[in-house]
């Protein structure tokens, strides 16, 4: 099971800092990630999300290889397959961006949109669904970020040792092997 935490930030571009370590770290295979996405308040108040996974994209790539590979095999039937694999690929990719636009993966967007109205102008948030984490390494990385923690699926104390190492105290009872 993944847990989420949201973590809040005093600065626009702190939480895209944070999300390119956290990518380096999962390169480190010290973290897995399952969904990030970045919350940005501006200053006239304007809620501007960046998700981690394009899905429009995958969609219509995806779209464009079978609607390819089937217009092809349609065309050969009727003895043009450069027509029915261009044709194909068109409507497969349209289609594909089209599914991709309306899905929603990891974290649900309406709670993103509503925690990200809560936040302060000229500020920005991080939501992360992880799925496993080697808590120790990652906490030592992000230690002192003066982030603070909005919202988490984690217990109580782990929680409050996920505080503690982004204000760059130290938690009043660390428990071992836990975030």
């Known amino acids: 099971m993944s847990d989420l935490i949201v973590v809040g930030f005093d600065s626009t ?65 009727f003895l043009n397959p450069l027509a029915g694999f261009a044709i194909g690929g068109a409507l497969g990719a349209g289609t594909g961006a089209l599914s991709g636009s309306l899905a929603d993966y990891g974290i649900d967007d309406d709670f993103i949109k509503s925690l990200g109205d809560t936040i302060p102008n000229n500020s920005s948030a991080l939501f992360i669904l992880v799925r496993k984490v080697q808590p120790e390494k990652v906490l030592a990385e992000f230690s002192g970020l003066r982030g603070k923690v909005l919202k988490t699926s984690l217990s109580p104390d782990q929680e409050a040792r996920l505080q503690a190492a982004l204000s760059g105290t130290q938690p009043e009872s660390p428990t071992p092997g836990t975030f």
């Open 13 to 77: 571009d702190e939480a895209d800092k944070v999300l390119l370590k956290l990518n380096t770290l999962k390169k480190e295979y010290l973290i897995d990630l399952e969904d990030a996405v970045v919350v940005v308040r501006d200053e006239s108040g304007k809620v501007h999300l960046k998700q981690s996974m394009n899905l429009t994209a995958i969609g219509a790539t995806s779209g464009l290889l079978s609607g390819s590979l089937w217009g092809g095999l349609v065309g050969l039937l």
